[in-house]
């Protein structure tokens, strides 16, 4: 094959290494397309082309990682990575990994990592590289890499939740939990929500957001309850979609510009937390992106005046 062709071959994983270090689909484009340009100027042949290429993909994340968390702190509200609607690598042997490791629940996990951390638990974790391919990868001895897995499997592991839900629960709650959005029904809400149930947005301060997580069963299914209805009779749309491998949707104005998406994360049989993205510069890869603040101005002139 040309090196066009073994790179396209490889894209899909590489995006999908880069994606779960960085939280970011803009910023793992970018680093994709700095490996292809690393890849292309390259003299010489690699003995693997995939090693040679998820290795300058991961390093390349990394350095990308460290000057973005610099960022992250001076943060306005909930930092939540930017939601992707498909993974583009599939591999039927690391199904449930790969699946797993792109939650949003996930991403914020490894958030508590450092980038090394990161980076090690991920390729021996969820892609399965042998120990000599990940010390590659990050310029570190099998043995230290040993050493950083052992410190982020501990982290990993002391925020999972204990009880997870299977597809086909979570598929019928977010079914039930989108029904009653539209309708506006708060008993109904509430019904499908958890006791200690969190409602958390990401607008970056460039868009209306909440002023702090809302807690509780009852405070979500009335701030869910009698928002959404008004903006569904200014002509926004919900369109159920998994959002990171979750039950979620996206938001749409009356002109199909997207407005925010939505994410449930189900334990236990009720649905534990809602997570919003409705920041416009984590939307773009998604299409046009919707005037938030114009829509709620005019979501709340109509509220006025049917009240």
Same mark, same amino acid.
């Given at each position: 094959?040309?090196?066009?062709?073994?790179?396209?071959?490889?894209?899909?994983?590489?995006?999908?290494?880069?994606?779960?270090?960085?939280?970011?689909?803009?910023?793992?484009?970018?680093?994709?397309?700095?490996?292809?340009l690393r890849f292309d100027g390259s003299t010489t042949r690699p003995t693997s082309t995939k090693a040679f290429l998820s290795a300058a993909v991961t390093r390349?994340?990394?350095?990308?990682?460290?000057?973005?968390?610099?960022?992250?702190?001076?943060?306005?509200?909930?930092?939540?990575?930017?939601?992707?609607?498909?993974?583009?690598?599939?591999?039927?042997?690391?199904?449930?990994?790969?699946?797993?490791?792109?939650?949003?629940?996930?991403?914020?996990?490894?958030?508590?990592?450092?980038?090394?951390?990161?980076?090690?638990?991920?390729?021996?974790?969820?892609?399965?590289?042998?120990?000599?391919?990940?010390?590659?990868?990050v310029g570190r001895s099998e043995a230290a890499c040993r050493q950083l897995l052992v410190r982020a499997r501990r982290h990993m592991e002391a925020g999972r939740?204990?009880?997870?839900?299977?597809?086909?629960?979570?598929?019928?709650?977010?079914?039930?939990?989108?029904?009653?959005?539209?309708?506006?029904?708060?008993?109904?809400?509430?019904?499908?929500?958890?006791?200690?149930?969190?409602?958390?947005?990401?607008?970056?301060?460039?868009?209306?957001?909440?002023?702090?997580?809302?807690?509780?069963?009852?405070?979500?299914?009335?701030? #869910? +309850?009698?928002?959404? %209805?008004?903006?569904?009779?200014?002509?926004?749309?919900? *369109?159920?979609?998994? &959002?990171?491998? $979750?039950?979620?949707?996206?938001?749409?104005?009356?002109?199909?510009?997207?407005?925010?998406?939505?994410?449930?994360?189900?334990?236990?049989?009720?649905?534990?937390?809602?997570?919003?993205?409705?920041?416009?510069?984590? #939307? +773009?890869?998604?299409? %046009?992106?919707?005037?938030?603040?114009?829509?709620?101005? *005019?979501?709340?002139? &109509?509220?006025? $005046?049917?009240?």
């Amino acid at each position: 094959m040309s090196k066009v062709e073994e790179f396209e071959e490889l894209r899909p994983l590489l995006f999908s290494i880069a994606y779960r270090i960085l939280g970011s689909v803009t910023e793992a484009e970018d680093a994709v397309q700095e490996t292809w340009l690393r890849f292309d100027g390259s003299t010489t042949r690699p003995t693997s082309t995939k090693a040679f290429l998820s290795a300058a993909v991961t390093r390349i994340s990394i350095d990308v990682l460290r000057s973005a968390r610099v960022r992250r702190e001076e943060y306005v509200g909930p930092w939540f990575p930017e939601p992707l609607l498909s993974d583009p690598y599939q591999d039927p042997a690391r199904s449930v990994e790969l699946a797993d490791s792109v939650s949003m629940a996930a991403l914020l996990l490894l958030e508590r990592l450092s980038p090394l951390e990161r980076a090690v638990f991920l390729l021996r974790e969820v892609f399965a590289f042998g120990f000599d391919e990940v010390a590659s990868a990050v310029g570190r001895s099998e043995a230290a890499c040993r050493q950083l897995l052992v410190r982020a499997r501990r982290h990993m592991e002391a925020g999972r939740p204990r009880f997870a839900a299977d597809s086909q629960e979570r598929r019928e709650l977010a079914t039930r939990f989108f029904d009653a959005l539209k309708n506006g029904d708060v008993g109904g809400l509430q019904n499908l929500l958890a006791a200690d149930v969190q409602l958390v947005g990401d607008g970056g301060g460039k868009a209306p957001q909440l002023a702090k997580a809302v807690v509780g069963a009852e405070n979500v299914a009335r701030v #869910l +309850g009698t928002a959404f %209805p008004w903006l569904f009779r200014i002509d926004v749309t919900c *369109e159920p979609h998994e &959002v990171n491998g $979750q039950p979620g949707a996206v938001f749409r104005d009356r002109d199909g510009r997207v407005l925010n998406t939505m994410v449930l994360e189900v334990l236990d049989g009720r649905i534990q937390t809602v997570r919003g993205v409705i920041n416009p510069d984590k #939307l +773009g890869h998604l299409g %046009p992106v919707a005037d938030a603040w114009a829509i709620d101005r *005019e979501a709340k002139r &109509v509220r006025r $005046q049917m009240n």
